[in-house]
């Protein structure tokens, strides 16, 4: 357990409405990811961050924005959700202990757009 | 670019025998990762094993090795002694950056592993 948290853990939402998922660490990881998991996809990474305003792209960010103002937290943006974006959301924080290197997931985000 | 191939959709396998979780990548980093995820029904995503490039032992973490073959691109999962428990989606991913795992995950679309008792 790498102490994060995604929340909400569920969602619906409207076509055209704005979502922002949260995703929260407790053990000062300086990198965060995003990803979203479609069957048929596996896992696409979505955005990353490399520690507090630093962000990039990732394979599929198109439609997505994320901000991390904090250590701690990374914010996952739909700015104007669409169907496509029905999917379950992953963050992640990678950490590198002597000459290996873990990555951890949340619990995950399931997020319907209808 | 990089990309896993993970040709195995789905696999059944008799409770006790060993299993091997077939996974091939392409990349032109000379220095990269290699990991196993496990992600039962209930959905989580179970960090299993990791293996560095540079690394010229294979990979063990108790049941789970990895059959690290780095000429023939290849990366299996081997678990001994099968358990019901197993039974899950099972994914194979590599990052660019041994050690670092700056830029994220590349994921292959995963095996579906189901123990028959």
């Known amino acids: 357990d790498a102490g994060i948290t995604q929340s909400p853990r569920h969602k619906v939402t409207e076509t055209g409405t704005p979502v922002t998922l949260r995703c929260h660490q407790t053990e000062n990881h300086r990198y965060m990811y995003w990803y979203r998991q479609d069957p048929g996809h596996g896992l696409r990474l979505i955005h990353y961050?490399?520690?507090?305003?630093?962000?990039d792209k990732g394979e599929v960010s198109d439609g997505y924005s994320v901000s991390r103002s904090k250590t701690e937290d990374f914010l996952l943006t739909l700015e104007s959700a669409t169907s496509s974006q029905t999917s379950v959301y992953f963050c992640?924080?990678?950490?590198?202990?002597?000459?290996?290197?873990?990555?951890?997931f949340g619990q995950g985000t399931r997020l319907t757009v209808v | 670019a990089q990309k896993i191939t993970q040709t195995q959709p789905g696999m059944f396998v008799q409770e006790k025998e060993a299993v091997t979780l077939d996974c091939t990548y392409d990349t032109s980093d000379q220095s990269y990762g290699l990991f196993w995820y496990k992600q039962p029904s209930s959905g989580e995503m179970i960090f299993l094993i990791y293996?560095?490039?540079?690394?010229?032992q294979n990979a063990t973490e108790g049941r789970y090795s990895l059959n690290f073959q780095k000429a023939r691109k290849s990366a299996n999962l081997v678990i001994s002694a099968s358990q019901l428990g197993d039974s899950a989606m099972y994914f194979c991913a590599m990052t660019g950056r041994s050690g670092g795992g700056a830029d994220g995950l590349t994921f292959g679309k995963g095996t579906h592993l189901i123990i028959q008792p």
């Open positions: 961050s490399y520690g507090v305003k630093d962000t």
């Open positions: 293996q560095g490039s540079y690394d010229e």
């Open positions: 992640a924080i990678s950490l590198t202990r002597g000459q290996n290197t873990e990555a951890f």
